[in-house]
Each structure stands twice: as C-alpha cells, then as structure tokens.
C-alpha cells in the first residue's frame, strides 16, 4: 500500500513540476491553413531596412580576430571554417558601398544597419586611420543622400589583434579601449547617425567563442564565458553612458541587440529535457534581459558557471532594445557525459540551409519575451539561409505575419531589418550559407535579386 501511495505521490509531483516547467514560455505552433499572411498591420513610419556586419561583406579585414581563426587549425590539423574557407574580398562592399546603397533603394527600404570594423579604424592601440574615418564617413552621406537612415553597430563579434592580445573581453580593464573607440566614432559620425546599436548579440558571442569553442578564441570553459558576458554587458552599460554625455548624445537612440534563441524540449513531458532548457534559456536569454529589468546579472550552474554582476544604471542603459531573431532550437537530453544533450529538428517544421528550422511563432514569442524590457524594439536582424531560395519567401511571409500579431496584440515594435541585403561569410559557416535579398556571384561580384525576395519589396510597398 505504501508503495502505491508513494508512487501516486511521485507522478503528482513529477506532473506538477511539468506543468510548472511548461508555464514558462513554453513553444507555441499556430495552424497556419486558418491565417492569411497578408493580413498585415504595421505603424505608419514603421523603419523597413536591411542589415549587413563589416567583417561579413567589405573585404580587407586582415587585422582582426577572425582573420587570425580562418588561418588556424583545429587540434586534429582541421579549418575552423567549412570547407577551409577564408573571407578574402567577401562582397568587395569596401569598394561597391555605392552601388549596394543603390540596391536598398530599389528594394524601398528606408533604413540600413551596418558596422563599423574596428580593426581597420583603429589598426594599432591609439592610433586611428583618418582615411579609414573618411571612408565611413563617406559611406554615411551616401547612405543618407539616397534617403535612407543608417544604425551603426559598434560591435559585431570582430576586434583588433592588438585587443585580443591583451585580452580581449576577458578583462574587465580593456573595457576602457572599446569606449575610446566607440567615443572617438561617435564624434565622428553622430551629427549624422540617429541610431547606434553598441554591441551585437553579446550572449551569442560568449557562448561560441568561451563554451562551444566554435568562434576565437575557441575556449570551451563556461566560467570564461560568463565573465566575458559580464564584462560585455558592463562594456554595454559604460559607453551608453559616456555617448550619451557627448554632443548629440541626447539627440540619437543608443541600443543592444539582443539574440533570442528559445531552447524547447524535444520532449514536453520529459522532466530532463525541460530542466536542460531552462538552464539553457538561463545562459542565453533570461539571465542578460533579468540585468537589463534588475541591474542584477546572474549565471549559476553548478560545476559550471557561477558569476554575478550589479550596474543599478543597466537599467536605464538603453533607448530601444535591438531584437535579432531566426528559430528556437529543440533540445534532448542524452546519457552522455561527454555531450549531455542534442538539437534536434522538430518534423514539423521546415528546415532552413543552417542547423535550425523555419518557426514564426517563436518570432512572436521573443518579441513578447524582450518587450518586458518596455523599450521601443527594432528588429535589427531576421532572415533565412536558403540556398535554393524556395523558402525565404514563405519565411518573409510568415515571419512578418508574427512581427504584425505582435505589434497588433501590443508589441512597440518601430521597425525591421532584413538579414541580409547581400550572401556573405557566415562566420564558421564560411561562404555556405546564402543570406542574401540578393544573390551574390563572389567571382565577377555580380549581385542579382532572389525571386524569394520580392515578397519582401511588395510587402514594403503595401506597408510603407
Ligand atoms: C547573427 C549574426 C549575423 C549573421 C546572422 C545569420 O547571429 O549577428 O552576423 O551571421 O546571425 O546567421
């Protein structure tokens, strides 16, 4: 009898804890033969754009970190890129800015987020390249002559060797080396720039660089990792400060972009599973939007990451929240200790060329998730790799049909950035994953519009 009562007893508390578990976010999937896709609502001045990253399209970069890692080899004598690539002229946008400004005109979009590459500015600590400020600078007023509004990112997973010889993030005191830069373009550019995104997915970059060991500097240690995020959330907390206390600081609208990525489990039911993703939502998600409500951050898991970190002016560090947005990832839990959980693909879900599927309704979900920040949000990224491109126009359709449900059920989303104008070096991925509104011939830089993009001009046209 006792055993009986404690068996009861245990599934009780097991379907509690589940259903605990699944309160919390939990995946969503909407039965899309009842919705049409052209029921789309959007605010007048809603900002249509296109975003690209220096170090992925302009061709030059031979100072920086990742320039070192597409020459490195694995431990096994492998390249960290696929397929040994290396980035090379990439999309030659060094040389083509003009005519791929003209692209975004033809487009309609309004808008372009690009970065600035920081090992070009400033080539040796101090030192900064007045031609290289000029090329920018350049690059600004025709952007803004073609009647488009340009956002800078200050940070986008590159630096320059001599940082990352000192340390890179990893040391709180070079903090102050990125705020020189980003004070000294900010000079520079902000008479002219009205929005600025400081860093670029700062838990993307420490989990493949410091956890996974797929970016540089390749470390694998999740101690590392969380304090790298901590100091580049501080990084973040610091130069909003200090740009904001500059001429035209008050003027312009100073952001982070944050990556959402839902971690759900493969198994609902599955205590485990859901355990692994709510660590996993934890590191990449819950823990840097918890600094930003709380001035708290906090990363405990035991054995593997324990930092903590207290800015009471988080929050207030940001004019807008920058949302970039592609899938969730399915996890389950495996006996391994060596690899304790996979990905996997829900088959439901149509894939996309990257390692994840095509899922709006967690488009959705995270423009809920980031709008307890109560900032106004941008979409600084959203897209498909789709090599064949007889998907990306089912993606556009749907994933803008979220972005409207959200901003209809009351999400204050201001506008929307289409990753990316152009194919470009997906970072470990090399040249394999094709990104691009425009298909891009790497040899004769020939650029041509992709069928699967035009939903996306039409759509702006009805919405503009
Ligand atoms: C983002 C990143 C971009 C681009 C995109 C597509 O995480 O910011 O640079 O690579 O993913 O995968």
Redesign the pocket.
Known sequence: MEIVIGLILLICVYVLAILYLRRLDSEIHWDWKTIDTDDLHFPDNFLWGTAM?AY?VEGGCTNNNWNEWERATDSDGRPRIRNGAVVGAACDHWNRYEDDIRLIKDLGLKAYRFSLEWSKIEPAEGQFDQAVLKHYSNVIDAILKAGIEPMITLY??THPIWFRQLGAFEKIENIDHFQRFCERVFNEYSDRVPKWCTI??IE?EATQSYFTGDWPPGEQDGQIMGKVMRHLLEAHVRVYRALKSLPNGEKVQIGL?K?IFQFDPWRPWHLIDQICCRLLNRVFNGGIIEFFKTGRFRLFIPGLVNVTHVNRFAISANDFIGL?Y?SHLVVKFKWDPQDFFQFRLRPRETPTD?DYTIYPEGFYRALKQIGKLGLPIYVT?N?I?DHRDDRREHYIRRYLYALSKAIVTGSDVRGYFY??LLDNF??SEGYS?K?GLYKVDFESQKRVLRDGAVAYREIITRHG
Do not use: I, L, R, T
Request: proline share 0%.
């Open positions: 990253a992925q986008h997973f670029n997915e993307v972009v990556n970039n592609y990257m990224e897209g790799a990753w990316s997906e970072w994953m990104f």
